[in-house]
């Protein structure tokens, strides 16, 4: 009992600590979100601050001094209100964001997962064929994708799947069918989102690869691995019944921690993809100085990572039992 009180002190400590950076920093970017939806709509004339005044009553801007706007920003937050947004304006920020998250979710998810499966697998084969020409192709090729930038390989596959070849669309999340469950649809919105989910695919189980890999290797070197070959047990026994089940246990941990990697890699693909999630939503409200949009997506993107590695940090002593008495 006394591990999960803990990791559940660890959890509101540190989404109070992001709850508080998430307020500061989009204040430290340059700029007035008010002057800049003025000149927007003024062009590049003289600036009226009456007129600047008005947008700020207009957008609810807080004008009082950064700690009662924290403390407003504060009781907004604990009462579901995010605040509306300045790009989307009179739209609350939480409708936007209700329409965005669901595309971001379903591409950072079923990558993530099969990621997972896929990196898993791969590491723990290479590891148990160490040392062979399939193990070395897998380290240096997974060490040298792994060392390139997600939107440059996305540029290509761009290049190559949509312009060139013509197999894929370009950009969006869906055509001109009619959104709905119908298989039309479906097949529309699948064949919109192949690209960015392959972008994020090449580099995604890299991490997991070398994880199960390296862990395994160790694994196969404990002396219950040699005395269970000793005694005659088949290899896929060993293989699987033992090494890869107490090596996938670090691979767990990871899976949650590379979740922020991958949803942080994901606002550049969406962005080249041009695709309607939160990546897409994020370059907009920075571009427009878009403080409550600008919170509230980053403040989704910590609370589903935090989320995720608190729940790990749940499951992980039921997993391995060994976690728990050590903890303890």
């Known amino acids: 009992m ?25 204040r430290l970017q340059p700029g007035d979100p008010a002057e800049i939806m003025v000149r927007q709509l003024n062009g590049q004339g003289e600036i009226d601050p009456a007129q600047v005044a008005a947008v700020k009553t207009m957008l609810g801007y807080s004008t009082d001094n950064v700690f009662v706007a924290y403390i407003d920003y504060l009781r907004q937050l604990a ?26 979710l379903v591409l950072v998810g079923l990558t993530q997962l099969l990621s997972f499966v896929l990196g898993t697998l791969l590491g723990a084969f290479a590891a148990w064929r160490r040392n062979s020409r399939f193990d070395a192709t897998i380290s240096v090729g997974s060490t040298f994708v792994g060392n390139l930038q997600s939107v440059w390989i996305g540029l290509i596959i761009l290049f190559v799947f949509a312009y060139t070849l013509g197999w894929f669309p370009a950009s969006g ?25 392959l972008t994020l695919m090449v580099t995604a189980p890299i991490g997991f690869i070398l994880s199960m890999r390296n862990t395994m290797v160790q694994v196969l070197g404990e002396d219950y691995i040699r005395l269970g070959a000793a005694a005659g047990l088949r290899q896929r026994t060993l293989a699987l019944g033992y090494a890869a089940r107490n090596a996938l246990l670090p ?6 921690l590379s979740l ?23 370059g907009e ?44």
């Open 251 to 256: 691979v767990v941990t990871g899976f949650a």
């Open 260 to 282: 922020g990697v991958l949803m942080g890699g994901s606002i550049l693909i969406e962005t080249v993809f041009d695709y309607p999630g939160m990546g897409r939503l994020m």
């Open 79 to 104: 009462s579901g209100d995010l605040g509306t947004s300045f790009t989307y304006f009179p739209y609350p920020v939480a409708e936007v964001i209700g329409q965005a998250l669901p595309w971001t």
């Open 285 to 328: 409200a920075t571009s427009n100085r878009d403080f409550p949009l600008m919170q509230a997506i980053l403040l989704a993107t910590i609370v589903i990572v935090l989320t995720a590695n608190f729940i790990v940090d749940l499951l992980y002593p039921l997993i391995d039992p060994r976690a728990r008495r050590a903890k303890a």
């Open 2 to 26: 006394t591990y999960y009180v803990r990791k559940t002190g660890y959890f509101l400590l540190t989404l109070w600590a992001a709850v508080t950076l998430n307020f500061i920093i989009p």
């Open 173 to 197: 999340g869906y055509g001109y069918t009619t959104p709905g469950l119908t298989p039309l649809h479906i097949a529309d919105v699948v064949s919109h989102g192949f690209l960015p989910a």
